[in-house]
């Protein structure tokens, strides 16, 4: 990740080259509009975060928010991290068919598409991958197991 010694979105953005800021912020206007009620954004983890406030699920294996969507910038390119993807099969395969189909080039780790430019990614797919799982599910997803 970029070193950045930010506590909060407003610091890490400003600590951002313009090129990643501009990109970065293409990206977290389409997950603001999608995310679903009640998650919120925070910066954790070194990077922008959405996440399940702890009112709502405290009883997290390591005393921390269950992490929902992050993005950040790395020394070469950016990152979407997508744990809503992650945290179900069916939704990951549809996701990476649905990304294939839009004739993008997918980089794609467990959970982390990496990319350059904001045109790299299908937004409305992200959008759609966004607004797909509401809290109460992410939540109960997360506490399988």
């Not at 206007?29 to 399940?52: C, T």
């Given at each position: ?45 070194g990077m922008i975060a ?10 997290t294996y390591n005393g ?69 799982t509401s809290l109460k ?9």
């Amino acid at each position: 990740m970029v070193d950045s010694s930010a506590k909060t979105v407003a610091q890490y953005l400003a600590a951002l080259s313009p090129d990643q800021k501009k990109e970065l912020g293409v990206v977290r206007r389409v997950i603001r509009k999608n995310l679903p009620k009640g998650f919120r954004e925070s910066f954790n983890w070194g990077m922008i975060a959405y996440e399940v406030p702890l009112s709502v699920a405290p009883d997290t294996y390591n005393g921390k928010p269950l992490l929902y969507a992050a993005l950040a910038a790395q020394k070469n390119y950016l990152s979407l991290y997508l744990m809503c993807v992650y945290s179900s099969g069916a939704d990951s395969k549809r996701f990476r068919a649905e990304f294939k189909a839009s004739g993008k080039r997918l980089s794609m780790g467990k959970s982390c598409v990496r990319f350059r430019r904001a045109e790299d990614l299908p937004l409305e797919l992200i959008g759609r991958t966004i607004a797909a799982t509401s809290l109460k599910e992410f939540v109960k997803r997360c506490s399988r197991g």
